[in-house]
Structure formats: structure tokens, C-alpha cells
């Protein structure tokens, strides 16, 4: 059966985060064939909307108005209740950020739809649409299909394959013309803590520190190696309540869950809660001093040692490697 599919275009501090297009990617196999939509929302994105369609998204409608220059769950629920009021899609993909989080259950509700929500993977299978998701804090899968209406899911970042982009790929870019009612809530100014480098939710590469680093120094070294290897630095939360390092940076139950190419566990013992938060990684490697801890159950190299000897010999060499790639 084909589809029409809209997907949101996520867009922070003027930039597509990568989650939208893996978004198309499972849009397109949710489409099986029919149109995949980008809809973009916010105060002049509509820039954004051939880099969609390079994606491969076949056409963009884009809602700009002033009242959603910022993220809220009110205003950018009634751009989307429009889009789909005009569209009138059978499926909708979004990404399972922070964004997507707090918009996705707001949307079904309204909807009186069903949601998929936290996808890691979706296929057709049988004759069936086939998502898989991770339950228990990431101890089993369970598939799910829908069986009648809105096919409605979001998906968790760096699972589902973005496909190439395609600078020769062209379509239309609309807008729509929506009267955004006011809002419950205004955002006069957001704060921002100053983040460096790569964006945790979404890196290939992750270094993470965990009580074992010791102190706020401490995690110099792995920032050092976080930047040879072009990744970001995340937190056990032992890390985070010792004050070692910032609470954005905690991974696990109640932190973030990352699924990068590469994480580096540097002095974590491997609590269920953290594993929660990474044990679906590509590779997982884990330096502890401890040759017992459970990190090194789920990991698939493990050194024992300690991590302000091993992490600096790791920069040096991966620095040489790069030099002399
Ligand atoms: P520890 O358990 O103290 O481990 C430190 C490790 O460092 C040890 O294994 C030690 O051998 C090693 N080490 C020490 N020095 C060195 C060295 N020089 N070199 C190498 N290794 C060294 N935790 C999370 O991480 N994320 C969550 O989201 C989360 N949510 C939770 C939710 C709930 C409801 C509860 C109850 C707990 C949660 N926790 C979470 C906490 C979790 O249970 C653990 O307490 C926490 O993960 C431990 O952090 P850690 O591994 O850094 O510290």
C-alpha cells in the first residue's frame, strides 16, 4: 500500500540536524512508494527546504510565522495540525529528539492516532509495515505494526540510514499560511550552556568519563581524545553527581541514550542505568582499572588499566594514524 508521509524537518540554530533526513529515510520505506513531505516550521526556514528534498524528500511545505521562532509544543502542534489538515497524510516520521519527545504524544492525542515511538529500525515485512523499538531500558526489541490509520513514528537518532544526498534532486517548496492562536507559553530568550564541538544525541564517536575520571580535570584527556577523533564527551551519572562535569552530558536511564559508531566507557563501572543509555552502540570499548566491572560485559574491547595512562596513549596513536592517513 503506498503512502503519503510527512516529516518534520528539525532545525537548530539555523542547521537540518541529521535525525530529519534519517527521518526521510524511514519515511521512505513507510511511503512504500507514495510521497514523502518535508515540512519545516519556524521564522525564515524555507531555505532549508531543498536540502530536504536533497534528501529525498519529493516536495516541502514550509509554515513560517514570528510566533514560532522558537520551539514550543503549542505552536509548532498547531503549524503541524494544519499541514496535516491540508495534506491529509496516511504517515508521519519524526525524529525522537528532545523536540520530538515533547511534540509526538501532544500530536497522537489530538490526532486520536496511535505512535510508534522510539524506532530503531523500520521494514516491510509479510505485507506489514515493521518497527522495532527498544523496551526495558534496551534489554529486548518488540516489533509493532499499525494495523489501522495514521502510521505515526519517531525515530531515534543514527539507527535508520540517511539516504545519500542527491544535489541534483530538485522539487517544490511551498508555504502555508497558518494563524498561529496565541500562545500559552512565549519564550523571550533561550539561555544556552555553552556546548563545545559535536552534538551528543547525534555523534559517531563518543568519549565518556564516569566517576573514575575523579574530577572536572579529569576529563581534559578525554576531551583531547574526543577531538582526534572528531566525537563528543558524555557523562556516566556518578560523573555528573560528583560535579565532575555538566548534567547535559549524562548517559543513561535518565540521561541521554546515544547510539554512536564508537563509545569509549573510561572509568564506568557499567550500572544497568548507564547500559541503558549506550549498550546499543556499534562498538563499545571500556577502560577500567578494574578487571571485575560490568562495563566490560556489554563491551567488545576491553582495557584494564588506568584510564590517565590509556587515554593519552590512545590520543598519541590515533593522532599518528591521522597524520599519516
Ligand atoms: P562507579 O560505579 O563509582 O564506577 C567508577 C568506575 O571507575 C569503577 O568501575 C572503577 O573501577 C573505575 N575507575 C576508578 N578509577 C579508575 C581509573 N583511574 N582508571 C580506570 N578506571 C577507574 N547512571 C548513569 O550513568 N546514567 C543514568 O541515566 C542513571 N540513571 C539512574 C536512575 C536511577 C533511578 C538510579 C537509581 C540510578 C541511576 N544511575 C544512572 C546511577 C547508576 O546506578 C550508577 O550509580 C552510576 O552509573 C555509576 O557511575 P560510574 O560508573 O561513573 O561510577
Not at 163 to 175: F, P, Q
Amino acid at each position: 500500500m503506498t503512502r503519503k508521509v510527512l516529516v518534520l524537518g528539525e532545525v537548530r540554530d539555523g542547521a537540518l540536524r541529521n535525525v530529519s533526513f534519517e527521518a526521510i529515510g524511514a519515511a521512505k520505506t513507510v511511503a512504500e512508494g507514495g510521497e514523502v513531505v518535508g515540512v519545516l516550521i519556524g521564522e525564515a526556514v524555507s531555505a532549508l527546504g531543498q536540502e530536504l528534498i536533497q534528501y529525498g524528500a519529493d516536495r516541502v511545505v514550509v509554515v513560517e510565522n514570528d510566533k514560532l521562532s522558537q520551539y514550543t509544543s503549542d505552536g509548532y502542534s498547531q503549524a503541524l495540525l494544519a499541514v496535516i489538515d491540508s495534506e491529509k497524510p496516511e504517515g508521519l516520521v519524526m525524529g525522537h529528539t528532545a523536540l520530538g519527545k515533547d511534540l509526538s504524544p501532544r500530536l497522537a492525542g489530538k490526532l486520536q492516532s496511535g505512535l510508534i515511538s522510539d524506532a530503531t529500525t523500520v521494514e516491510v515485512a509479510g505485507g506489514n509495515l515493521v518497527f522495532t523499538r527498544p523496551i526495558y531500558s534496551g534489554k529486548a526489541f518488540e516489533k509493532k505494526i499499525v494495523t489501522d490509520g495514521l502510521v505515526f513514528a519517531t525515530v531515534r537518532p543514527n539507527n535508520i540510514e540517511a539516504l545519500a544526498k542527491d544535489d541534483s534532486r530538485s522539487g517544490e517548496v511551498s508555504s502555508l499560511s497558518v494563524d498561529v492562536k496565541d500562545l500559552r507559553a512565549v519564550i523571550k530568550e533561550v539561555v544556552r550552556k555553552a556546548s563545545e564541538g559535536v552534538d551528543l544525541s547525534e555523534a559517531k564517536v563518543v568519549i565518556a568519563g564516569g566517576r573514575g575520571v575523579k574530577s572536572e580535570d579529569g576529563f581534559q584527556p578525554l576531551k583531547e581524545l574526543a577531538d582526534v577523533l572528531g566525537g563528543a564527551v558524555g557523562a556516566s551519572r556518578g560523573a555528573c553527581d560528583a560535579e565532575y562535569c555538566d548534567y547535559s552530558l549524562q548517559i543513561g536511564q535518565t540521561g541521554k541514550v546515544v547510539t554512536p559508531d564508537l563509545y569509549i566507557a573510561c572509568g564506568i563501572s557499567g550500572a544497568i542505568q548507564h547500559l541503558a543509555g549506550m549498550s546499543n552502540s556499534k562498538v563499545i570499548v571500556a577502560i577500567n582499572k578494574d578487571p571485575e566491572a560490568n562495563i566490560f560485559k556489554v563491551a567488545d574491547y576491553g582495557i584494564v588499566g588506568d584510564l590517565f595512562e590509556v587515554v593519552p596513549m590512545l590520543t598519541e596513536e590515533f593522532k599518528k594514524l591521522k597524520v599519516n592517513a
